[in-house]
């Protein structure tokens, strides 16, 4: 991407714009050569965040990185049916049992599961059908982490979805068949303004419990969702920081939080 940057700067002059950039290049080089060479761009840019198609590929890219610990996420949307839900607990299921087999002892690596891609209706109104639907599906999988010696991670969503997140995973670590295993978490969202609250709450649930959680800080990936949606209901003030400086600031103060309970 470095070297792309490098040749844009030469070759494109003020006043031009995507389009007319798009223009003179296919009247030089031909339609045909456009499409290969963005083609071949759109993949070498995918290849440095995707790993893989499947999670047997990106095990595979992963062996050249040996020195680097990774959490594997499956790209995807939330389940729209059950079916789609059993597809991807299928899906998480398979790969916990890959990265059991191929990562080895030497990196303990990860998996991070979405919790709406497991059920369909995970949201606040269906509180009790989620808590007896979908516990179980996290604490099989869970199992499963803890057996091929894998950390398995919540991943955190909209902000709607936090207290609801948050009573699942209370809801698991209260299972005694875990005890004695701290490989599970999940992901704090410091652009989120409740971030500090929710370390609190997992501070005082550990404790409660006497277990250790796996926390990923991570400053958040649905800034603009949370803006829309906050915008479309009225809503007098965001869930989110607006500005970057005051999520650079926040992701501070929490990641000061998690050194002092460690």
Known sequence: SAWTLGITARIIHPGETPDTILESLIK????????????????????????????????????????????????????RTRADAERYFASYAHAIEAIGVHAGDANRAAISVKLSALHPRFEAVSRDLVLTELVPKVLELAHKARDCGLDLTVDAEEADRLEITLDVIAAVLAETSLRGWDGFGLAVQAYQKRAPAVIEWLDETASRLRCRLTVRLVKGAYWDTEIKRAQERGLADYPVFTRKAMTDLCYTACTRQLLAKR
């Not at 993949?43 to 959490?71: C, K, M, N, P, W």
């Open 28 to 79: 030089r080089l031909g339609i045909p050569a456009v499409r290969a060479a963005t083609r071949q761009a759109m993949r070498l840019l995918a290849s440095h965040f995707v790993l893989g198609q499947t999670i047997e590929e990106a095990l595979e890219r992963a062996r050249d990185e040996r020195a680097l610990r990774y959490s594997f996420d499956m790209l995807g949307e939330g389940a």
